[in-house]
């Protein structure tokens, strides 16, 4: 397709796309933020499978004006991190729910709901709220989040000033099979202060979600979600962060089911000495099965450290993908930054697409990236079944084994606990 036709065939998705929404209502400077964003949008283009950073996956279901129906799906199961002290935050296809949420007072933190916060004239969210997304255009084009940002109907922004007892809980319920939800958060983490987000539901049949997370000096945030369960749903989340001087971000991400997800992680380490580790674990079935995950780290300071650590388990056509890339810029000395990318190919169907990608510019680094594929070790196989293991519980044995790597970047063992629970239940209920 010629550059040009390329270029008019995005336009006219766009056109189409944007044809059916208005910008949500707003003033000042979260007014001027929104049509900023419009205006990105307007000029890149929604994505196209022909875009470098997306030729590995069709964003046409993300992109298309009316949504692709998605049945609601039930497992029976208590919804993960169910047995957690927490403050509950619910959405219902997108929008918030103050009945079914807990009380959004706790000592340390302040919350609040993003269209209250966007209707100030003063406000610390002004510094966030589509800033951090806007520097992510840097070096690649990301349309989608700036779809979002223009768009966002709901969401939170979250100011952490301390250590809060129990962590906060963004739980989505999906219960129309057409929803369309664009939901968008903001977190300051101040100097010193330290907060766990957890994340957990399918939210809507088509799911468009930001988080821009600014961390001051010394601050940690930790982010634990868990994607999933309703088969047919399409999703594409953004991760936007900039951390400060020995600040800490740590994130996991578990995903199963689904039709189309795609996450994609961009952050920035500006000050020296901190630390930024991104990573997940999805567990795919059938040829519908596309999951992408897409990290750019950027080390623009001495003595920071990175890890990106992903581990992908697909059967029956289901395919996994990675894009990830460290930049280091000259002056980012004494870098340590790590990439691995691995799936578990349960049979010759799925697939596996990585591009793993380091840009240095300094010359004191210390940096590596790797990815492979492979399938279930048959001498591992042949040992357990040797010792009266069966054969589908030594595979669901391997499985979990081959995720561990990644399930060993949450510090928090309840809540690392919780997810490999999930992940084993998902792989009895489908057997091998």
Known sequence: MARAALRQQKMD???????????PAATGWAEAARNEALARVQEMGLPHRRDEYWRFADPSSLTVAEPPRAALFDTGEAPIFSDIDRLRIVFVDGVFDPEASDDLALEGIEIERLTDALGKDIHWVRD???????RSHEKVHRPLAAFNTAFATDGVV????GKPSKPVSLVYLHQSETSDAILHHCVRVEEGAELTLLENGPAAARFSKGLEVDI???GAFHLIRSQGRDHERRAATGIFARLGRESVFKAFTLTVNGVLTRNECVIELTGDDATAHVAGACLGDGKD???DDTVF??????RCESRQVFKKVLRNGATGIFQGKILVKSGAQKTDGYQISQSLLLDEDAQFLAKPELEIYADDVA???GSTSGAIDAEAMFYLQSRGVPAAEAANLLTLAFVAEALEEIENETYAEALRARLASWL???GH
């Open 13 to 23: 998705t766009t056109e189409a796309r944007l044809s059916t929404l208005s910008l």
């Open 128 to 134: 966030v709220y589509g800033v951090l997304e806007a």
């Open 158 to 161: 979250i100011r952490v000033t």
């Open 216 to 218: 001051a000096d010394t």
């Open 289 to 291: 099965f596309v999951h």
């Open 297 to 302: 780290v950027t080390h623009d300071a001495q």
């Open 367 to 369: 940096c590596s990236h």
């Open 428 to 430: 009895e209920r489908r």
